[in-house]
């Protein structure tokens, strides 16, 4: 049996159980460097068990739709921002968490400058850019002892366009 699962545009409020958006919505908290700069303060929690706070650069290929989902994963020890250093948009797929496994898998695009933060614990598809160059700032638990688990579905699900 197929699945498919339309695309939803990405907002604070629709991704809230998964994490926090990061874009510069509305004013900036303040405003530095002879108010040449606006601050959006504070736009995600960081939240791990134990180790520190580190930053990675990801470069991923493109994907295209429609997009066969075959796995999600989560990160139980630590949350995962995921920062485009790009202006284009990308996939974000996500999951409920139902007794220790995905539920019904949802699917957002971010608009051009927002990233995400998966809260620790959620599951989520595999970084997927749709565009080049795929190129990402990733703040996440650096730290001792297995941080990943992975869930490979049995069933077809087609990411598909709204």
Same mark, same amino acid.
């Given at each position: 049996m197929s699945q498919s699962i339309r695309i939803q545009t990405l907002t604070a409020e629709a991704f809230a159980d998964f994490g926090d958006v990061l874009e510069t919505a509305g004013q900036p908290d303040r405003l530095l460097n002879d108010g040449m700069c606006g601050r959006y303060h504070d736009r995600a929690s960081l939240d791990f068990t134990e180790g520190r706070a580190g930053?990675? @650069?990801?470069? *991923?290929?493109?994907? *295209? @739709?429609? @997009?066969?989902?075959?796995?999600?994963?989560? #990160?139980?020890? $630590?949350?995962? *921002?995921? /920062?485009?250093?790009?202006?284009? $948009?990308?996939?974000?797929?996500?999951?409920?968490?139902?007794?220790?496994?995905?539920?019904?898998?949802q699917a957002f695009l971010t608009q051009p400058g927002q990233g995400v933060?998966?809260?620790?614990? /959620?599951? #989520? $598809?595999?970084?997927?850019?749709l565009s080049d160059p795929g190129l990402? *700032? /990733? /703040?996440?638990?650096i730290g001792a002892g297995a941080n990943l688990e992975e869930h490979w579905f049995d069933r077809e699900i087609l990411i598909v366009e709204a």
């Amino acid at each position: 049996m197929s699945q498919s699962i339309r695309i939803q545009t990405l907002t604070a409020e629709a991704f809230a159980d998964f994490g926090d958006v990061l874009e510069t919505a509305g004013q900036p908290d303040r405003l530095l460097n002879d108010g040449m700069c606006g601050r959006y303060h504070d736009r995600a929690s960081l939240d791990f068990t134990e180790g520190r706070a580190g930053i990675s @650069l990801f470069k *991923a290929k493109p994907r *295209a @739709l429609p @997009l066969k989902l075959e796995m999600v994963e989560r #990160h139980p020890h $630590g949350s995962q *921002a995921f /920062v485009p250093m790009s202006e284009a $948009g990308f996939l974000v797929v996500v999951a409920p968490d139902e007794d220790g496994r995905p539920g019904q898998p949802q699917a957002f695009l971010t608009q051009p400058g927002q990233g995400v933060n998966y809260h620790r614990g /959620v599951w #989520h $598809g595999a970084l997927a850019p749709l565009s080049d160059p795929g190129l990402f *700032a /990733v /703040v996440d638990r650096i730290g001792a002892g297995a941080n990943l688990e992975e869930h490979w579905f049995d069933r077809e699900i087609l990411i598909v366009e709204a």
